[in-house]
């Protein structure tokens, strides 16, 4: 069983930024995937970035340019920066571990228990 813990979410005003963290525990990925997925009020989920063990990413359109995934294998820790933030970004992320990057692009691994993270217009 693998552990996620999520923190940095908050209030942004539109075009600012955030930087959300996920530190795994337990039964770590080593060797497999990382990644962040959103729920916004009344909408289904929606995969946003994910990175391998080495460092390959993938991202959602809608974030591409703006958002930043990154990790820190030795520290079982993954990133995301998320810049130039914009009112639809508004949800809750969840970080999510598994060990392939098809596998939380359809919400399957482990799951945080959120961050929420709010922008203003």
């Known amino acids: 069983q693998v552990h996620l813990v999520e923190s940095g979410g908050g209030l942004v005003q539109a075009g600012g930024s955030l930087r959300l963290s996920c530190v795994a525990s337990?039964?770590?990925?080593?060797?497999?995937?990382m990644g962040w997925i959103r729920q916004a009020p009344g909408k289904e989920r929606e995969f946003v970035a994910a990175?391998?063990?080495?460092?390959?990413?993938y991202y959602a359109d809608s974030v591409k340019g703006r958002f930043t995934i990154s990790r820190d294998n030795a520290k079982n820790t993954v990133y995301l920066q998320m810049n130039s933030l914009k009112p639809e970004d508004t949800a809750v992320y969840y970080c999510?571990?598994?060990?392939?990057?098809?596998?939380?692009?359809?919400?399957?691994?482990?799951w945080g228990q959120g961050t929420q993270v709010t922008v203003s217009s």
């Open positions: 337990g039964r770590t990925f080593s060797s497999g995937a």
């Open positions: 990175v391998t063990s080495g460092g390959r990413t």
């Open positions: 999510n571990a598994a060990l392939t990057i098809s596998t939380i692009q359809a919400f399957g691994g482990s």
